[in-house]
């Protein structure tokens, strides 16, 4: 209910402040009753759709502005760009890989996953942001592509994967796990390098190189 009121109190007060720009518009001018309806009825549902892609679309990926909306709408915090860490699994034996994360936030809510490596990509079937006193995860189920190499024990398959995300020195870190359909499960870490998207594994690569 707290966030309730707070969100409806920041609606208003933003719908009074575009509200006073509309009405500074001559709709006399339009014939009757046109003028009429377009000042009363369609302006109001042009101001909310105005007022909701700016709050949803813009003003959350703004670092003061995400964390006031975070705290009014609970918004997801912005995750977006390029990541690049590490996974570490035992297949015979303990074994490491660079890894690629590439997060996607087209707006306050929506989260969408791809991990590169060297070998295959892999993209999120459903995702969800968890977040409390005590710690900020991100899980999100995915699929991950045939390999290009080693067909035969790197095949399609489905995971799931849990990170914590934590802000260590201004940088931000996430860390956590993976399991597979494969009864398969390794650690992966991770930093943010970029805002940028990468498209590739090599593009990554590239924009790991310029974060140095």
Known sequence: MKHFDKFITCTVILYIMIDSFWRKINFDMLPSPWGTIIELLIGPLIILS??????????????YL???????????????????????????TEQEK?????????????????LFTDER?????TTSFLQDADS?????TYRADEAVENKET???????TELKLSVIN?????????????KTRGSITLKRISKKYATSYQ???SLNIRSK
């Open 50 to 63: 105005i007022e909701n892609w700016l709050i949803f679309h813009i003003f959350w990926k703004t670092k």
């Open 66 to 92: 995400g964390k006031l909306l975070q705290m009014l709408f609970d918004t997801n915090p912005s995750m977006y760009g390029t990541w690049a860490g590490t996974i570490k699994y035992k297949y015979q």
């Open 98 to 114: 660079s890894v690629f994360l590439v997060i996607t936030q087209p707006d306050a809510y929506s989260i969408y996953c791809r």
């Open 121 to 125: 990509e892999s993209t999120s079937e």
């Open 136 to 140: 900020k995860k991100l899980i999100y």
């Open 154 to 160: 790197n095949e399609m398959h489905m995971g799931v």
């Open 170 to 182: 201004k940088a931000v870190f996430f860390s956590g796990f993976y399991c597979t359909d494969r």
């Open 203 to 205: 593009d990554a690569q």
